[in-house]
């Protein structure tokens, strides 16, 4: 009986406390999707840093809990939304990177390629080394 008592006393503080996390977590929702705002709006952005904020937002949007009220999901959806809008300038800048990085890597075996042909093409016996200098 008292372990019942204790279960349904501690159910309770359970429930209190995840009303309380939900009464905080809604302003703090608000407070994201307004710094969105804000941020979309900037116009001078470092996709760098962008991807760092928006990897920071997100990770302070998963810290405020499960979203369960049709509120909190229409809050969510605002959020993916936004978030996916601040991403763009970065998506594109590491696709251009990406680009040039394959180019770079081309260039590079290419030459490769160049010098393994020149070196079959020596005869280091037949040379004169002198003559080269």
Known sequence: KQLENQHES???ALKDLKDWQKYAATPKREELLTELDIKLAEESVDP???AEEVKLLRTRWNELGHVETEQEKA???QFDEKIELLF???RAYFAEQEVQREQAKIAR???IEEVKALVSTL???GIDWREVE
């Open 10 to 12: 501690l159910s309770q």
């Open 48 to 50: 760098v840093k962008r």
């Open 75 to 77: 809050q969510a959806a």
């Open 88 to 90: 763009v300038p970065c």
């Open 109 to 111: 075996e290419a030459v």
């Open 123 to 125: 005869d280091n016996e």
